[in-house]
């Protein structure tokens, strides 16, 4: 039984910084791409950032690019998003999940939430 549970979120001023964490359970880690999500109310799920611990690749969505750092420790099976800069509009429910693919697949993909079948429960940052 794959489990995902995130930490690490909550309420920060504009400018500041958070560091979520998200950690696996039940499936070899070192397969599986796991990506964070983000949702804020009234508006779709969009993908943030993915790893793939297997070989260290990361990939970025376009609208956070140089604020978000994904990252990840195999020794507690850990996957961290660090967001810096934080703005109002990072406000959302960041939610992290998990594939049975490489990222390289998902990204192949146009970065389909389909394939990820595993979800948290997500944590919430709010900015002000």
Do not use: M
């Not at 560091?19 to 696996?24: A, E, K, P, T």
Request: charged fraction near 15%; aromatic fraction near 10%.
């Amino acid at each position: 039984h794959v489990q995902l549970v995130e930490s690490g979120g909550g309420s920060v001023q504009a400018g500041g910084s958070l560091r979520l964490s998200c950690v696996l359970s039940g499936r070899p880690y070192k397969d599986s791409c796991v990506g964070w999500f983000r949702q804020a109310p009234g508006k779709d799920r969009e993908w943030v950032a993915l790893i793939h611990p297997g070989d260290g690749n990361t990939y970025y969505a376009d609208s956070v690019l140089g604020r978000l750092t994904i990252s990840e420790d195999d020794a507690t099976n850990t996957v961290y998003l660090e967001i810096d800069s934080l703005k109002p509009e990072d406000t959302a429910t960041y939610v992290c999940a998990a594939a049975p693919v490489g990222c390289a697949v998902v990204a192949g993909a146009q970065f389909s939430k389909l394939f990820f079948g595993t979800w948290g429960q997500g944590t919430q940052v709010t900015v002000s």
